[in-house]
């Protein structure tokens, strides 16, 4: 019978729970770029400019239609050859963002396309400048529209995140993997780590939640 052994893992706790700390300081920057990326592609994508429908176009297909794996590999094994080298942590959150980014956009994209046409009518009517009509007729409306989408699409970049282990990131999955060579305590590092992502994505959707009620829970309830 398999004898269970959890004293590396306890040994060694200080090492995992640095590298979750790392895994969410890097998904909240992650997403926080990633929202502006996405605003900008969607209102790219959504405006009367062709060459930026264009541009906006090729970004998202290309990100959504390439795997996460291989867009890292470019950024950082690719990029150097263009002269660009980016540290592993740097280049684990550029290709976050990328990918993030055009994920984000094609919802934030459904999000003000729902905006019915009249609103944005009767918002010029009243004498609202294009950025106020922007920001407060489209983009609120929008944005509490596609909340729950988009907050589960920013999970998932959490979780996707372990990814960035293989170009030795600082990340909860590299500080695993380095533990598990360690000590060969596999299934019982790999079972704290299935908890902690665990841990980690139910404190994610706790606090979206909490900012769901905070900003938008009002409005949409009177």
Do not use: C
Not at 83 to 99: Q, T
Not at 119 to 148: D, H, K, T
Not at 180 to 186: D, G, L, P, W
């Amino acid at each position: 019978m398999y004898q269970f052994n959890f004293q590396p893992v306890l040994a060694n706790l200080d090492l995992l729970i640095h590298g979750a700390w790392l895994t969410v300081k890097l998904s909240l920057m992650a997403m926080m770029l990633g929202l502006i990326v996405s605003v900008l592609g969607a209102v790219a994508k959504t405006s009367g400019i062709r060459p930026l429908r264009w541009v906006a176009d090729i970004y998202v297909e290309v990100i959504r239609n390439t795997p996460f794996l291989v867009q890292i590999f470019f950024i950082f094994f690719g990029l150097p050859a263009a002269g660009i080298s980016l540290s592993p942590n740097v280049a684990a959150l550029v290709a976050l963002v990328v990918n993030v980014g055009a994920y984000g956009t094609e919802i934030i994209r459904t999000g003000i396309e729902s905006i019915p046409r009249g609103q944005v009518e009767a918002g010029r009517a009243l004498g609202l400048s294009p950025v106020q009509i922007f920001r407060y007729v489209i983009m609120v409306p929008a944005l509490r529209n596609i909340y729950p989408s988009l907050t589960s699409q920013f999970i998932y970049l959490m979780l996707t995140s372990s990814v960035v282990s293989v170009i030795s990131a600082n990340d909860l999955a590299a500080a695993g993997a380095d533990l598990s060579a360690r000590t060969f305590a596999n299934f019982e590092i790999y079972l704290v780590l299935t908890i902690m992502y665990f841990l980690l994505a139910l404190g994610f959707s706790t606090l979206f939640a909490g900012i769901r009620r905070i900003f938008f829970s009002y409005p949409a309830s009177r």
